[in-house]
């Protein structure tokens, strides 16, 4: 039988309706996570540290909110007291940290470019035409699909050739071209040639999916931050109702 009454009894099936929606956040953080963490996985030879955590603390923080919200569904459902007080106490931690992992995603956004550009411009000098190592497929597959070249332009490879050749990579091969094909610095090339740095495209790309981290962090803290009032309110009611003193 119900120990609570009127609107504290309805406050306790809202706070079993946010349960159920707790755990579909759960689930879509660990989506979330799961998604970009898998787009940086293609470009980790190009990105720090920094764009792997964030993604991987949603996931851990998801998979959490899907296990505390079986205490705040039984909790609320069985009056218990300890149960409630417990998953307010640990949503609580959860806002907390959602909400650190959300300003993160959005200062990882600001911190992109400046990150990548050291990124891309030390790893210029491993392009090897004749090894076809990591970091070469790499810049080819960055080239290619962002349509650009080098770093800020495609001057940027006369470093690595400085007799004014360029990957293949930079350029778009002609229609119909047959034999050998090269790709220059010089005004032969200009047609085909990919004019823009790959700094702005690929960082803009991966910025976006930073933005999506903190977004999907913030909104969610929002919605749990009301889930911390309910479950304490409830913990109050169930607590006066059984002349619980103390925290226990």
Known sequence: MSLLTGSANAVKYTLFGFNLIFLI???ILIAVGAGVGAVYTGYELF???KFFSIPTFLIVIGSFIILISFFGCWGALKEN???VLSFSIMLAIIFILELAAGISGYVLRNDASKLIETSLTNSLKEYNTFNRNPTTRLWDDVQRDFHCCGVNGFADWNTVY???SLPISC???PV???GTFNCTAST???EDRNENGCLDGFSQYIAAHAVSLGAAGVVIAILQFFGVIFACYIAREIKIRNGITGFI
């Open 25 to 27: 956040t759960g689930i």
């Open 176 to 178: 119909g071209a047959a």
């Open 81 to 83: 007291y300890c149960l």
């Open 47 to 49: 990105l720090a540290g």
């Open 171 to 173: 350029c778009s091969i």
């Open 188 to 190: 032969s090339s200009v």
């Open 162 to 164: 400085p007799n004014g």
